[in-house]
């Protein structure tokens, strides 16, 4: 596949935004995921606890309901840990631009969110499960293919 010079800069661009989002520039350690690190701050001010790098809230800062990293299914837990480290990925899908089209996430510019599949066992292709990430460090957990979003939250 060809890129346009512009195309290839822009793709470069947002996968740097994404991956300084998503490793706290490099904060924190190789701890797991359900391991915690200290408290960080994010732009808004809200405190945020850094596990495994990836930055979620200590606190919803949505009116979606909350889940805790502990309670997501392992093998999402295991995608943030994926994510964290940059892949590798199963899924060429996977870091795609998530276009927010049911509109149940906080409206941001195109290009916030990203997306990652979460391999629901017993399916044969990517199943429902999804995990999206904002450039701000939040972290979105769907089990049912974007019909409903759940923010993740640090215990």
């Known amino acids: 596949m060809r890129f346009s010079r512009c195309t290839a800069v822009q793709l470069l661009v947002a996968t740097l935004?994404?991956?300084?989002?998503?490793?706290?520039?490099?904060?924190?350690?190789?701890?797991?995921?359900?391991?915690g690190s200290p408290a960080a701050s994010t732009s808004s001010g809200e405190a945020?606890?850094?596990?495994?790098?990836?930055?979620?809230?200590?606190?919803?800062?949505t009116s979606l309901q909350p889940i805790t990293v502990l309670q997501l299914p392992p093998q999402a837990v295991e995608t943030l840990k994926r994510i964290r480290s940059g892949g590798p990925f199963p899924y060429k899908q996977d870091g795609v631009v998530f276009q927010n089209r049911e509109r149940i996430l906080p409206k941001q510019a195109n290009g916030y969110y990203h997306e990652y599949t979460v391999k629901k066992p017993g399916e044969s292709d990517?199943?429902?499960?999804?995990?999206?990430?904002?450039?701000?460090?939040?972290?979105?957990?769907?089990?049912?293919?974007?019909?409903?979003?759940?923010?993740?939250?640090?215990?």
Not at 17 to 35: E, K, N, P, W
Not at 48 to 61: C, D, S, Y
């Open 17 to 35: 935004v994404a991956f300084v989002a998503l490793t706290g520039c490099g904060r924190g350690s190789d701890s797991s995921i359900a391991t």
């Open 48 to 61: 945020t606890q850094e596990q495994g790098g990836v930055l979620a809230p200590t606190a919803p800062t």
């Open 126 to 155: 990517r199943g429902p499960w999804r995990l999206v990430t904002g450039q701000d460090g939040a972290v979105f957990w769907t089990s049912d293919h974007y019909a409903s979003f759940q923010e993740v939250v640090q215990p």
